[in-house]
Nanobody, 116 residues
C-alpha cells in the first residue's frame, strides 16, 4: 500500500525557515514524480514544487521560487522541502503528492503557520 507522511510543520515568524519531510513507502520512490502542494483555508490547492526523483529535475511556482528548495534522498525514500524567507501568505497545510498508476496519493499534510 502506498503511503506518504509529512512532518516538520509548525509555527514560525515571518522571515524564518522550516524544513518539511515526506516519508514514502509502498512504491518505487527512485523513479517517481513527486510534488509539494499546499492549501490555505478558503483557497484552492496550489502546486508549489515538483521533482523527478530519478533525474533530480525540479520546478517551482513563482510564489515560492528563490525561497523554497525541493530535494530528495532516494536511499531513505524521503522527499524534502526547505522553506526560507517565510511570509504570512505561506501559511497553509503542506502536502506531498504522487501519482502511481491511475491513483493520486497525497499524505495527511502538515500545518505551517507564519505569524508574528
Amino acid at each position: 500500500e502506498v503511503h506518504l507522511v509529512e512532518s516538520g510543520g509548525g509555527l514560525v515568524q515571518p522571515g524564518g525557515s522550516l524544513r518539511l519531510a515526506c516519508a514514502a513507502s509502498g512504491f518505487t520512490f527512485l523513479n517517481s514524480f513527486m510534488k509539494w502542494v499546499r492549501q490555505d483555508p478558503g483557497k484552492g490547492l496550489e502546486c508549489i514544487s515538483t521533482i523527478n526523483t530519478y533525474s533530480g529535475a525540479t520546478a517551482y511556482a513563482d510564489s515560492v521560487k528563490g525561497r523554497f528548495t525541493i530535494s530528495r534522498d532516494n536511499a531513505k525514500n524521503t522527499l524534502y522541502l526547505q522553506l526560507n524567507s517565510l511570509k504570512t501568505e505561506d501559511t497553509a497545510i503542506y502536502y506531498c503528492e504522487t501519482v502511481q498508476g491511475i491513483d493520486l496519493i497525497r499524505g495527511p499534510g502538515t500545518q505551517d503557520t507564519v505569524s508574528s
